[in-house]
């Protein structure tokens, strides 16, 4: 079989069809806009995605308007972390995921997260790496709040970007999530163009 690329450590992958969520149908966000109109609406819904502080999750679900399958593309734990995400979580060991939200097989939303999972109680950690359920759903149990970083980190972007393809700086954000006992995870978040094909029909005017 293929080679396992030294450094990524144990890596786990669920999606049903096709076999790998990478060959998801996954576009630029506002790739499908086809007049100034369209492209115009596609830039004011980017603007609400990347402004929003709730969960991501259930706004992909609500504009899908249907549950959404998770697809888990690599996860590991590991202490090779990037510098911005050492200095924002605490202790030496994280929990790497690099996943995707899709719907009828169209990406919505892309993912790479950094987790303290030593922070998380015991239960809600297992479930995190278990990988069957979204951050944002296992998290409700939680009193969360999230910050938006000034800018998606680059670092962050091209580590996401390396993994799933598809480059699109203008369509991340980065944030951190905390609890009242401090920040429990980092995660960098690239909207597709899923996100306007998947809404109902409508008439930009």
């Known amino acids: 079989g293929p080679r396992k690329r030294p450094g990524t450590g144990k890596s786990?992958?669920?999606?049903?069809?096709?076999?790998?969520?990478?060959?998801?149908?996954?576009?630029?966000?506002g790739a499908?806009?086809?007049?100034p109109a369209a492209a115009a609406h596609a830039?004011?819904?980017?603007?609400?995605?990347?402004?929003?502080g709730g969960s991501t999750t259930r706004l992909c679900e609500?504009?899908?308007d249907a549950k959404l399958g998770l697809h888990v593309i690599e996860q590991r734990h590991c202490t090779d972390v990037p510098e911005p995400v050492r200095a924002a979580l605490p202790g030496e060991a994280l929990l790497e995921r690099i996943s995707c939200l899709a719907?009828?097989?169209?990406?919505m939303l892309d993912s790479l997260a950094y987790i303290a999972t030593r922070c998380l109680p015991r239960?809600?950690?297992?479930?995190?790496?278990a990988g069957t359920q979204p951050i944002g759903h296992l998290l409700e149990r939680l009193w969360v709040r999230r910050a938006l970083w000034p800018r998606a980190h680059p670092a962050l972007c091209t580590r996401?970007?390396?993994?799933v393809g598809c480059p699109d700086a203008s369509a991340s954000r980065t944030c951190t999530i905390a609890t009242p006992d401090g920040p429990l995870m980092v995660i960098t978040e690239t909207f597709r163009d899923g996100m306007l094909r998947l809404q109902p029909?409508?008439?930009p005017e």
Do not use: K, M, N
Not at 22 to 29: G, I, S
Not at 32 to 35: F, G, K, L
Not at 103 to 107: E, K
Not at 123 to 129: D, F, H, K, P, V
């Open 43 to 52: 830039q004011a819904v980017l603007r609400l995605l990347l402004a929003q």
């Open 12 to 29: 786990s992958s669920r999606a049903a069809t096709p076999d790998r969520p990478e060959a998801f149908e996954r576009r630029r966000f």
């Open 62 to 64: 609500a504009i899908a």
């Open 160 to 163: 996401l970007w390396a993994r």
């Open 103 to 107: 719907s009828r097989g169209v990406v």
């Open 123 to 129: 239960e809600l950690a297992q479930e995190i790496e």
């Open 201 to 203: 029909a409508c008439d």
């Open 32 to 35: 499908s806009a086809s007049s």
